[in-house]
């Protein structure tokens, strides 16, 4: 499994935006869709944004139009910008590896990264 570490979480206010980012290192040669999910308090982890080495996008409904991913294959890292935060954009936020778009018991996870949307 690769090793994967998050970073730009934070708190911001209704309206504001982040960016966060992934670094993969590592096993990686056989990573091919990097993403984000996300898990609320008393919540379920969900998918928020992942992307194919070759580029094919997939968003969650919620924050399509909001949220844009990207990636750079040479440096292993992908990117979530995120817009207009809402207060239900509150959750940890984690990094994910796989080698294809179903998640499986072999994919890589960070450790997690909180976004707090509160005024």
């Known amino acids: 499994q690769a090793q994967l570490v998050e970073s730009g979480g934070g708190l911001v206010q209704p309206g504001g935006s982040l960016t966060l980012a992934c670094a993969a290192s590592?096993?990686?040669?056989?990573?091919?869709?990097m993403g984000w999910f996300r898990q609320a308090p008393g919540n379920k982890r969900v998918m928020v944004a992942r992307?194919?080495?070759?580029?094919?996008?997939t968003y969650a409904a919620p924050v399509k139009d909001r949220f844009t991913i990207s990636r750079d294959n040479a440096k292993n890292t992908v990117t979530l910008e995120m817009t207009n935060l809402k207060p239900e954009d509150t959750a940890v936020y984690y990094c994910?590896?796989?080698?294809?778009?179903?998640?499986?018991?072999?994919?890589?996870w960070g450790q997690g990264t909180q976004v707090t949307v509160s005024s």
């Open positions: 992307i194919s080495s070759g580029g094919s996008t």
């Open positions: 994910n590896a796989a080698a294809g778009w179903d998640v499986t018991p072999d994919d890589s």
């Open positions: 590592g096993s990686i040669a056989s990573i091919n869709v």
